[in-house]
């Protein structure tokens, strides 16, 4: 898997390009479990919070689409039984227009650790690479914090000093909101299409 079959199978529109990461599972050297984690286990795992590698929950928002690969000792009748979980609980939930969004790779290299490093030496290991309206959040927060930072014009002077000019911050900040709006009107046009179904 190269990085534009990537972009291929996870962009639908140019702007939303923003992709969730997450890893699982992570555990710590010196809670090594015994028993290792079953393939269902660890998929379950990556679609946790906890496991993102960016503070938002995916699960108030929608998948758009999903790469998971997977390390180690794991073979694909496993892979889909646990993305046939995942999608028969109805765990996570997807966009309307795009309801089949999986796409699974399989190394099977042991997952590699860093010697002498925190985490722990595991068979399996799944990285997983959505695009999730849940990434929203991340914008909104630094949306909140430019905020305050913008209405005392702390360190403008600074920006404006090297050469850049004021009107570049509102613009700038316009663009970010726009962006988590497009994020919003992507995750809604599900329940606008359900909706149109009903009238005819």
Avoid at 16 to 26: E, K, T
Avoid at 75 to 98: E, G, L, M, S
Avoid at 149 to 169: D, I, L, N, P
Wanted: charged share 25%.
């Amino acid at each position: 898997v190269d990085v534009t079959e990537f972009q291929t199978n996870l962009v639908p529109y140019p702007r939303i390009h923003f992709m969730l990461s997450s890893y699982a599972p992570v555990i710590s050297a010196e809670k090594a479990y015994h028993e290792q984690l079953s393939v269902a286990e660890i998929t379950n795992s990556a679609f946790e919070p906890s496991s993102m590698m960016a503070k938002c929950d995916p699960r108030h928002g929608k998948y758009m689409a999903c790469c998971l690969m997977y390390r180690g000792d794991v073979v694909p009748k496993d892979v889909n039984a646990a993305v046939a979980t995942i999608k028969t609980k109805r765990t996570i939930q997807f966009v309307d227009w795009c309801p089949t969004g999986f796409k699974c790779g399989i190394n099977y290299q042991p997952p590699t650790v860093v010697p002498g490093g925190d985490l722990a030496k595991v068979q399996r290991a799944v990285c997983m690479i959505s695009n999730n309206t849940a990434v929203a959040e991340v914008f909104s927060r630094i949306d909140h914090k430019f905020d305050l930072m913008y209405a005392k014009r702390a360190f403008v002077h600074w920006y404006v000093g090297e050469g850049m000019e004021e009107g570049e911050f509102s613009e700038a900040r316009e663009d970010l909101a726009a962006l988590e709006k497009d994020y919003e009107e992507v995750g809604a046009e599900s329940t606008d299409g359900a909706n149109d179904d009903d009238d005819y």
